[in-house]
């Protein structure tokens, strides 16, 4: 493998080169969860910069949050130029990852096939919108495949469609594209050999909506959308406490039921014998929701978040997200970390969500302005020429 800088030989993929091509969300969250573990990862820009890092409204913090840890090179290859300067790097690469259009690749001669011939050690993880099938020349966005493969239609009330209310594709797209490049590292120490890993969005979300693929095999019924589920739980709501606010509480056993009318300081919903089990109390659930949104209308949400808290029953106030740059839990625990970006600002970052020997993987270097690392990683070419 590729050698690294001594700062990084820490990290699992300490020693791995990966060149990226890609734009929006599905590859470059690939390329930064391989940045993130240690890896070399070298970001091929156009002249004129990656769109993402001016796109605005929802698509404002995509280049953000999914490009730290890289270095930029500007490469312009649809020039000959350009595209034998794109070849000599992905010669000198362990993975390369792209997730442009269907056919754009070949036509340049960047496709698995082409490169492989060259560089049969070449580990190529392709992110498109579907595997091989039909439908795979078809264009596709997170939201086209959400609408596809039944996700939207779990989501929404029945009737009304919903995305979901992130690129969720498109961010586990590029996790499964990590696990493949991962897996196909492995199997090259035996082999010897690369190959082609692909993931693709429509797949991606049919595996979310597996299990209800296999409740409507099971009852031989389309499950209703999540709105409009039976709920195995008599109590598994948002209720709006005083002054408007609102909070998720669950009490999904006889145990947890006594335990919130015990906070609610109401015996008389442990005696009513038509409350007394969950079954019983899920008959009548829109009444006894009804009921309860009664009495909980006149809590303050502080005050009842504590009690909840005390009696160990799970709960949960709606947060929004700018309100998860102060959260507690996520700054105690190291889940946000300041990153200089390339306007020389510095912001708040989400780090990956796990730890590897007790630790976070943390920002290493300001987010690259467009081009940043062009003179630097070009310079290896002429000096193995």
Not at 104 to 125: E, H, N, Q, V
Not at 254 to 278: F, G, I, S
Not at 352 to 373: I, K
């Amino acid at each position: 493998m590729s050698t690294a800088p001594n700062t990084e030989r820490t990290l699992p993929l300490a020693g791995v080169r990966v060149i990226e091509f890609s734009h929006m969300v599905m590859g470059p969250t690939c390329g930064m969860i391989l940045a993130d573990l240690g890896a070399e990862v070298i970001k091929i820009e156009p002249p004129s910069g990656d769109r993402t890092r001016r796109m605005s409204g929802v698509g404002m913090g995509f280049y953000r949050s999914f490009n730290r840890n890289k270095k930029s090179v500007v490469l312009d290859i649809q020039t000959p130029e350009g595209l034998a300067s794109a070849r000599e790097l992905i010669g000198q690469s362990d993975v390369m990852v792209e997730n442009f259009r269907p056919g754009l690749m070949a036509r340049l001669g960047l496709d698995y096939a082409t490169l492989s011939k060259d560089f049969p050690g070449l580990i190529y993880a392709s992110h498109k919108g579907f595997l091989p099938g039909p439908y795979e020349h078809r264009l596709a966005l997170d939201e086209v495949v959400q609408m596809m493969a039944g996700l939207a239609y779990m989501t929404g009330p029945p009737g009304r469609p919903l995305r979901a209310g992130a690129s969720v594709n498109d961010i586990m797209g590029g996790m499964f594209g990590v696990i493949g490049v991962l897996a196909a590292l492995w199997e090259r120490q035996r082999s010897g050999r690369g190959q082609e890993v692909q993931s693709a969005l429509f797949e991606n979300c049919t595996f979310l909506v597996a299990s209800h693929m296999q409740q409507a095999a099971m009852t031989g019924e389309s499950p209703p959308p999540m709105p409009a589920r039976a709920s195995p739980w008599s109590v598994y709501d948002v209720f709006t406490v005083a002054n408007g606010e609102q909070l998720f509480i669950a009490a999904v056993s006889d145990k947890q039921w006594t335990q919130l009318c015990q906070v609610l300081e109401r015996p008389d919903l442990l005696a009513d014998p038509a409350l007394a089990t969950n079954e019983l109390r899920v008959a009548i659930r829109p009444q006894l929701l009804e009921r309860l949104g009664a009495i909980l209308a006149g809590h303050d949400i502080a005050e009842l978040s504590a009690k909840l808290e005390a009696a160990g029953l799970p709960y949960a106030p709606i947060a929004r997200p700018d309100q998860l740059l102060q959260d507690p839990h996520l700054r105690a625990s190291g889940g946000l970390a300041p990153m200089q970006c390339e306007d020389g600002s510095s912001t708040d970052v989400v780090l990956l969500p796990m730890l590897m020997g007790g630790e976070r993987l943390p920002v290493r270097q300001p987010l690259a302005a467009v081009g940043e690392h062009t003179e630097e990683v070009l310079a290896r070419l002429e000096s193995t020429n």
